[in-house]
């Protein structure tokens, strides 16, 4: 059985950088059938996608967080990690990480989640 | 960017009910559909992706229909763990993989 698990600081002041680690049990990062995402949801609101990562170090980024986000990975310790800058009480949420996975050569749809992380950022 | 609406916005069923959730795409996903469970305090949950594919030990009560921009969620006989937000996302265009903003099921 698969398993994700968030871990990193749970209060960060503005302007500070924020970094997370997601760490996989249960199959292999390196496999390369499936990409590892970060996904965040603001207090009572939706899912937002914040990028994602395959195990040769390929990214892509939300463009609106785009300047700020950087996903990298650790194959030789089955995770991967989120940094994101110049932190504002707008990015105030619950921090997940994400299995990507696909069907019939279409990627994308999220079919294992950490249990996610509730970052605050307050000076 | 493909925008996915979910109608209503809260649903009231009684347990052993059947609940149907919609969801619109903005424009044809074909179907690249996923669904998403999601209770307080906790992840979501894959239930459903190619629109109609039950997720690994998801139970049968639990059907997605639909194809090109629109989609439905049934919930057969709602049991008491079913009161929950559920989410559709489609991929056609991933990324990013747009959300929809969410049907909650309440108790009526």
């Known amino acids: 059985q698969v398993q994700l698990q968030e871990s990193g600081p749970g209060l960060v002041k503005p302007s500070q950088t924020l970094s997370l680690t997601c760490t996989v049990s249960?199959?292999?990062?390196?496999?390369?059938?499936?990409?590892w995402t970060w996904i965040r949801q603001h207090p009572g609101r939706g899912l937002e996608f914040i990028g994602y990562?395959?195990?040769?170090?390929?990214?892509y980024y939300n463009p609106s967080l785009k300047s700020r986000v950087s996903i990298s990975v650790d194959t030789s310790k089955n995770q991967f990690s989120l940094r994101l800058s110049s932190l504002t009480a707008a990015d105030t949420a619950v921090y997940y990480c994400?299995?990507?996975?696909?069907?019939?050569?279409?990627?994308?749809?999220?079919?294992?989640w950490g249990q996610g992380t509730l970052v605050t950022v307050s000076s | 960017e493909i925008v996915m609406t979910q109608s209503p916005a809260t649903l009231s069923v009684s347990p052993g009910d059947r609940a149907t959730l919609s969801c619109r795409a903005s424009q044809s996903v074909s179907s690249t559909l996923a669904w998403y469970q999601q209770k307080p305090g906790q992840a979501p949950r894959l239930l459903i992706y190619?629109?109609?594919t039950r997720a690994t030990g998801i139970p049968a009560r639990f059907s997605g229909s639909g194809s090109g921009t629109e989609f439905t969620l049934t919930i057969s006989s709602l049991q008491s763990e079913d009161f929950a937000v559920y989410y559709c996302?489609?991929?056609?265009?991933?990324?990013?993989?747009?959300f929809g903003q969410g049907t909650k099921v309440e108790i009526k």
């Open positions: 190619g629109a109609s």
């Open positions: 249960g199959g292999s990062i390196s496999s390369g059938d499936h990409y």
């Open positions: 990562i395959y195990h040769t170090g390929s990214t």
């Open positions: 996302q489609q991929y056609n265009i991933w990324p990013p993989g747009t």
């Open positions: 994400a299995r990507e996975s696909g069907d019939s050569g279409w990627y994308g749809f999220r079919d294992y």
